[in-house]
């Protein structure tokens, strides 16, 4: 069966810190799809990021970054100068398929709630 | 362009009573679902339904009924509520593009049972 491990459950922060959530992943798929998902006091669910397994490459947009390490089942988020607007639960998720080509169950982490102070 | 649309935002129903949640998306979607989100274990997925006229159950589909009404419209029932389905739900769509198939996630219904 299809995991996702947050381990840090709370991470707190000063504001301009640059932090890292780990986000470790299982699966017996060769192609699957990794997320991350924000979600900020207000409890809506703000897309960040996709990433398919066969594209291992970093990916940068603006403050945050990706690290997706295949070897290692990881794909780790980085915010760098942490704001307080930055302060939400981040919930990394992997995607099931659960029809042939259409419809995918997404797996989330239990989150990570991230506490920046000013 | 709404998006994905969910109705009550919020809902208190005490024990035994029955109700239903409502999603709507205007973006053409075949793929909806329906997830719960309970305090610290991330979302799980309750039914689905890959088109209009099927539906097929998730995770944590004990309690619960679903209805694929249209290509738009895909409502959650809880019919003999209970504490344990005190939760906040969400609605999402979702659509191949390509090699894209992001889903679009719904503001959630916070339901309280008491």
């Known amino acids: 069966a299809q995991k996702v491990t947050q381990a840090q459950t709370e991470i707190s922060v000063v504001e301009k810190e640059d932090v890292t959530l780990d986000c470790v992943y299982e699966?017996?798929?060769?192609?699957?799809?990794l997320f991350w998902y924000k979600q900020p006091p207000s409890g809506e669910l703000v897309f960040l990021i996709r990433?398919?397994?066969?594209?291992?490459q970093n990916e940068i947009s603006g403050r945050y970054s990706w690290n997706f390490q295949k070897s290692t089942s990881s794909f780790n988020f980085t915010i760098t100068a942490s704001q307080v607007v930055d302060s939400a639960v981040y919930f990394c998720?992997?995607?099931?398929?659960?029809?042939?080509?259409?419809?995918?169950?997404?797996?989330f982490g239990k989150g990570t709630k991230l506490t920046v102070n000013p | 362009n709404a998006g994905v649309t969910q109705t009550p935002k919020f809902q208190v129903l005490k024990t035994g009573q029955s109700m239903t949640l409502q999603c709507a998306q205007d973006m053409n979607h075949n793929s909806m679902y329906w997830y719960r989100q309970d305090p610290g274990m991330g979302l799980r997925l309750i039914y689905y339904?890959?088109?209009?006229?099927?539906?097929d159950k998730g995770e944590v589909p004990n309690g619960y009924n679903v209805s694929r009404l249209n290509k738009r419209e895909f409502s959650l029932r809880l019919e003999s509520a209970a504490p344990s389905q005190t939760s906040v739900y969400f609605c999402?769509?979702?659509?191949?593009?390509?090699?894209?198939?992001?889903?679009?996630f719904g503001p959630g219904t916070r339901l309280t049972v008491l």
């Open positions: 990433r398919n397994s066969f594209d291992e």
């Open positions: 998720a992997l995607s099931e398929a659960l029809t042939q080509g259409g419809s995918e169950k997404l797996v």
């Open positions: 699966t017996r798929d060769t192609t699957y799809y």
């Open positions: 999402a769509s979702s659509e191949w593009v390509g090699t894209n198939n992001e889903q679009f």
């Open positions: 339904s890959a088109s209009e006229g099927t539906t």
